[in-house]
T-cell receptor
Framework: AQSVTQLGSHVSVSEGALVLLRCNYSSSVPPYLFWYVQYPNQGLQLLLKYTSAATLVKGINGFEAEFKKSETSFHLTKPSAHMSDAAEYFCAVSGYSSASKIIFGSGTRLSIRP | EAGVTQFPSHSVIEKGQTVTLRCDPISGHDNLYWYRRVMGKEIKFLLHFVKESKQDESGMPNNRFLAERTGGTYSTLKVQPAELEDSGVYFC???????????????FGQGTRLTVV
């Protein structure tokens, strides 16, 4: 069975500050891990994915995430927040391939303070 | 290339009525998925088509929900009769078949916001 836990339903940071969105997963098989973003009035967009290659994964818009097997974590970071980063972020896990069924976390809404 | 398209973008219906949601996947994608997000909760898997066949429908909540993908192209998700708890955002996604040694991803549509009153 697979599951995802996102810590914090709402995170607020100042513009220019570090963004850290936390995600822990549970998986009985080697996982594929994802971060998706949903901007207001838009669909889900893939930010980045981990598929058993490099543990530090770089995505779009300056985001990156590090896969830590020992901690079963896949936290999302960005060194300097921009106003345009305000959105809802979803951590997700799937099984043998990234075409498998995806299990999502409950989402974290990121707000950016001027 | 067009992305995954969903119709309508928003639907408001009364309890007991029928609603049909449509998803047009990216052309050539054999895999088509339906997901749902009920207000404030996680996005949950409903079912997975491979071409016109249901590969996994373990997430379908009950028999009021019927999904079809005739001809293996677009898909419809019908809710009949709709209940208040069916309100939420319904997402569709598609992905191509994997080739040996390759990886892929699921591409999501913008979702249909269903409100049952």
């Amino acid at each position: 069975a697979q599951s995802v836990t996102q810590l914090g339903s709402h995170v607020s940071v100042s513009e220019g500050a570090l963004v850290l969105l936390r995600c822990n997963y549970s998986s009985s098989v080697p996982p594929y891990l994802f971060w998706y973003v949903q901007y207001p009035n838009q669909g889900l967009q893939l930010l980045l994915k981990y598929t058993s290659a490099a543990t530090l994964v770089k995505g779009i818009n300056g985001f990156e995430a590090e896969f830590k097997k020992s901690e079963t974590s896949f936290h999302l970071t960005k060194p300097s927040a921009h106003m345009s980063d305000a959105a809802e972020y979803f951590c997700a896990v799937s099984g043998y391939s990234s075409a498998s069924k995806i299990i999502f976390g409950s989402g974290t809404r990121l707000s950016i303070r001027p | 290339e067009a992305g995954v398209t969903q119709f309508p973008s928003h639907s408001v219906i009364e309890k007991g009525q029928t609603v049909t949601l449509r998803c047009d996947p990216i052309s050539g994608h054999d895999n088509l998925y339906w997901y749902r997000r009920v207000m404030g909760k996680e996005i949950k898997f409903l079912l997975h088509f491979v071409k016109e066949s249901k590969q996994d429908e373990s997430g379908m909540p009950n028999n009021r929900f019927l999904a079809e993908r005739t001809g293996g192209t677009y898909s419809t998700l019908k809710v009949q009769p709709a209940e208040l708890e069916d309100s939420g955002v319904y997402f569709c996604a598609s992905s191509p078949n994997l080739k040996q040694g390759e990886d892929t991803e699921a591409f999501f549509g913008q979702g249909t916001r269903l409100t049952v009153v």
